[in-house]
């Protein structure tokens, strides 16, 4: 069983959504003395600092805490706006956790991150639960997605609308529905309607028959691909007026013509679809199809842009480092740096970020806040 010591007054903390298969003891006391009492009995696991105590108190603790041997991971939680001194030294610090209502849930999770890379001296480590299905974040709205695609993988026949900013990953998060819900052994077929002209879109999706038009050979379209699986096309609010009577009538009967065939194709499969537009407002202004929007949006994911989000930003930003095969770690400066950006680009972004930083920095194994570098 894990043990966690939280330094702060208790009153404060108002608890909440501990999983049931959660197996941990937490404890908390506002006074410094109860804790070193009791971890000369107790071997505790983590030390949680409030920071909300004041920057007087906290570094009273501090100082204390430095002359006792033995001390379990300690780990300073702090609000979206703390911003510590260099007196705290480098100590892990857990941001955001107490923004609305502070659950112990939150806590925990983060204080396991934070504990074992604290211990491992770089930002490596992944408890199975930082990630799903390649979705990395700890944060609320990151779990809350988690908890939203768990649930409507469970409803196959339903299409599923994801929304999001450029950079978000909605193209994860929809190959996450996919891997949550369906075997591998069904297809899924990936389009982005912005990357084609109508024309092509429309050969590209239905397919193509021999002399439909000079040089044409027969080629099947990716509608006949998904039988069975999954369609997700990317930007569906780019489709042309044509391509979105089309589409719906695929949706809706089961089967399309392919471009110069006598005869229709069927095609049964579940509708993934994405867009950073508006698209109600869309069809207010007549630009999309009102029974095409009620077809496509029986369910519908909202993925959060990167700056409601931040305290998942030292986990993709080591993410990250790792995909590049470095091994290199953001010292707490850095990761401060990262945190205050806005991300009008999002993941993606902070992506690009993370690669300049990798360059800019000399060192074999961390990167400064000077190594970070927007433009």
């Known amino acids: 069983m894990e043990r966690f010591f939280y330094l702060g007054d208790p009153s404060r903390f108002l608890s909440g959504d501990l999983d049931r298969k959660e197996r941990v003891s937490f ?47 300690v780990i300073l939680a702090a609000d979206g706006e703390y911003t510590d001194s260099e007196e705290i030294g480098d100590h892990p610090l857990l941001a955001g956790v107490y923004r609305g209502v502070p659950l112990m849930a939150d806590l925990i999770l983060g204080c396991r991150r934070l504990g074992d890379e604290k211990k491992r001296g ?10 799903y299905l390649g979705i990395i974040g700890i944060s609320r709205p990151i779990r809350e997605l988690w908890e939203k695609i768990d649930r409507f993988s469970q409803f196959r026949e339903y299409s599923v609308l994801i929304l999001g900013e450029n950079g978000t990953g909605k193209d994860l998060v929809a190959r996450a529905l996919y891997r949550r819900g369906h075997e591998e052994s069904e297809p899924y077929v990936i389009y982005q309607a912005s990357a084609s002209g109508e024309a092509l879109m429309a050969s590209d999706l239905f397919g193509v028959r021999k002399g439909a038009y000079t040089g044409s050979e027969n080629r099947e379209g990716l509608l006949s691909r998904a039988n069975g699986g999954i369609f997700f096309l990317d930007e569906v609010g780019t489709l042309s007026p044509t391509n979105q009577t089309a589409l719906l009538r695929v949706l809706e009967d089961g089967e399309f013509r392919p471009l110069g065939a006598a005869s229709l194709v069927p095609s049964r499969f579940r509708f993934f679809s994405a867009t950073n537009e508006d698209i109600a407002l869309a069809v207010d202004e007549g630009r999309f199809r009102q029974d095409l929007y009620f077809r496509i949006n ?15 930003i030292p986990l993709l930003a080591d993410h990250f480092v790792r995909e590049e095969g470095w091994h290199k770690s953001f010292t707490p400066s850095a990761l401060k740096k990262l945190q205050r950006h806005d991300w009008p680009g999002n993941v993606r972004e902070l992506l690009n970020v993370v690669r300049r930083s990798l360059v800019e920095s000399d060192s074999p194994s961390t990167i400064e806040a000077c190594h970070i570098i927007w433009e």
């Open 27 to 73: 404890i908390s006391d506002f006074s410094l003395n109860s804790f070193l009492d009791k971890k000369e009995k107790i071997p505790f696991d983590y030390l949680i600092l409030d920071t909300r105590a004041g920057e007087k108190i906290l570094l009273g603790w501090l100082r204390e805490l430095e002359s006792h041997p033995s001390l379990p991971a």
């Open 122 to 131: 770089n930002l490596g480590f992944y408890s199975s639960k930082t990630s």
């Open 298 to 312: 029986t369910l519908v994911l909202r993925v959060p842009p990167l700056r409601e989000r931040k305290e998942d």
